[in-house]
Every structure is written in structure tokens, then in C-alpha cells.
């Protein structure tokens, strides 16, 4: 059984920031792409950012410029840099791997972390 353990969520005012931190499998985390995806009350679960093993780095348009995702390979650890976030980040914030497109292997989720921005 895979496990991704996320961590970091939390309650934050509008134009703060946070931290969220993903630790996968030493097997996994070094040949799936790792990612973050979000999901608000009564909406879809969009895509956040996402990161390969190799370095590239995607991002969701509505967050450029404000989150970073990042890669600490010794400790098989994705995280993802939120900084002035708004009220509209507001979400369960859900960690994925999966393996390249054209690859074989199943895609895995975190359980998932609330992030709340509110005055």
C-alpha cells in the first residue's frame, strides 16, 4: 500500500502564507511526477502545481507568481510554497503522484489537508 503523508494545512489570513509538505515512497518519489490539486466545497479538483523528477515544473494559471512547488529528493518530499494567499485559495489541498503519461503504474492521492484563508 503507498502511502503520501501530507502535512501543513491550516488557517491563514488573506496575504499570508503556508507551507504544505508531501513525503511519498523513496520508489515512487523518484520517477512519478508529484503534484498538488485542490478541491473547494461543491467544486472540481483542479490541478495546482505538479514537478518531475527531472525538474520541470508546471503550474495552474490562478496561482503563478504566488506558489512554488519544490523537491527535496533526500527526503523523498514534495512541498508547495503558498504565499499571499486569498480567500479564494481556500480548499482541501491534496497531494498525487502518478507515473508519466505513456508509463505504466497507478496514480496515488494523500488524504488530504485543509487550507482555509480568512479574516
Known amino acids: 500500500q503507498v502511502q503520501l503523508v501530507e502535512s501543513g494545512g491550516g488557517l491563514v489570513q488573506p496575504g499570508g502564507s503556508l507551507r504544505l509538505s508531501c513525503a511519498a515512497p523513496?520508489?515512487?518519489?523518484?520517477?512519478?511526477?508529484m503534484g498538488w490539486y485542490r478541491q473547494a466545497p461543491g467544486k472540481q479538483r483542479d490541478l495546482v502545481a505538479s514537478s518531475t523528477s527531472g525538474g520541470n515544473t508546471n503550474y495552474a494559471d490562478f496561482v503563478k507568481g504566488r506558489f512554488t512547488i519544490s523537491r527535496d529528493n533526500a527526503k523523498n518530499t514534495v512541498y508547495l510554497q503558498m504565499n499571499n494567499l486569498k480567500p479564494e485559495d481556500t480548499a482541501v489541498y491534496y497531494c498525487?503522484?502518478?507515473?508519466?503519461?505513456?508509463?505504466?503504474?497507478?496514480?496515488?492521492w494523500g488524504q488530504g489537508t485543509q487550507v482555509t484563508v480568512s479574516s
Open positions: 523513496r520508489s515512487i518519489f523518484s520517477i512519478y511526477v
Open positions: 498525487n503522484a502518478r507515473p508519466f503519461i505513456g508509463s505504466p503504474g497507478d496514480a496515488y
